[in-house]
């Protein structure tokens, strides 16, 4: 028997209706705040990701899903969402007709790692990346804008870790005094932090291996070698989560896993969840266009990790929750009754009521139990006498109240009980 590819999975039952719920709160949080929703294609060119994430990055590096197509192009299914977003910006001339390009995104992305709860092959991200603007203002203003979507999605156990990692020319001087350091301690460390020494430093303050953590404790520390207009610049964003009464940590040692961050880097963390216990994150890229060809264009962006934001509601709620409910079920009795209920059906959907119908010829007696089992607010019953009378017998679920009304004035029948 055929079943999904190992990592993948589907989703459906109660957990399609959380996801419902917290789109809805994608799109109208990233309303509020003015950002517009922007799609791309899931292929790209693997080149994109080369030149953008980093060749010695692990997503480009270990687990990228890349093939050679049949005119010889090697394509990539996108593993994350900025470098996609900023092809488009470039490639659209977006920022050029609009200094201040706001956009948020809604996306399945895939990577090649272990399965495990909370990861998967295929997951989902939503994001949002504000193009053409250097000010703290602006990193402020992703950092709100996140905070406030996994706030309206009901989360609360949370909390927002915040570093700089300063301009190109201060992260250069602090890189080199990071590797005098690391080096003299290499012997203490583990062979994938031995390698990054080599290739990308930086990461070596992301290992999550005891050993290494040791070493990173007494580490140089980045905001200690940071330029007069770097301090600045991140004391600025503190100052507007302060003022607007966001809390956060200042973690020294976040350094974020890209080679494109500079200056503002977060992340949003949880202690619920186990070891997975990143929801999201982000920071300012503004050397990524110059990477990908665009010329100099300041941006700043964040992504969530939808199955962990869900997972995390999951625990906290103790459960996904009830999938919405029908706001009408109708009964029908005998054979001449089915084409006037699904008359009543059609006109009730199109004023934007739920309606469900039997389909099955299935007895009154099952059709109530099904109503039941889709925790329809209300019942319908039409038969041959409610059929000659031009009426409907309907009787509310939760309280049992049964009245008769004619079947024009169902819509108003239903809409008193709201």
Known sequence: MAQT?????DIFGPEIAAWHRAEEVFRTISQAFGYEEFRTPMLEHTELFQRGIGQETDIVG?????????????????PEMTA??????????LVRHTPVTRLWYNAALFRHERPQKGRYRQFHQYGAECLGSPWPEADAEVILLAYDVIKA????????EINTLGSSESRAVYRAALVDYLNAHRAEMSGDAQRRIDTNPLRVLDSKVEQDKAVI???PRLRDHLDEASTAHFNAVLALLDAAGVPYTINPVMVRGLDYYCHTVFEFVTDALGTQNAIGGGGRYDPLFSMLGGGDTPAVGFSLGIERLLLLSEVEAGGWGEAARPDLYIV???????????????????VGRTVVTDVLRRSVKSQMKDANRVRAQWVAVIGDEELQKGTVSLKHMDSGDQIEVPHTEIETALASRE
């Open 5 to 9: 590819v190992r990592g993948m999975r």
């Open 62 to 78: 270990k687990e990228m899903y890349t093939f050679v197509d049949r005119s010889g192009d090697s394509l990539s299914l996108r």
């Open 84 to 93: 996609p977003i900023v092809r488009a910006a470039i490639e659209h001339s």
């Open 153 to 160: 999605i009901g989360l609360t156990q949370f909390r927002l």
């Open 217 to 219: 404790a007494n580490a």
């Open 332 to 350: 029908t009795m005998g054979d001449t009754a089915r084409v006037p209920a699904g008359l009543i059906a059609m006109r009730l959907r199109r």
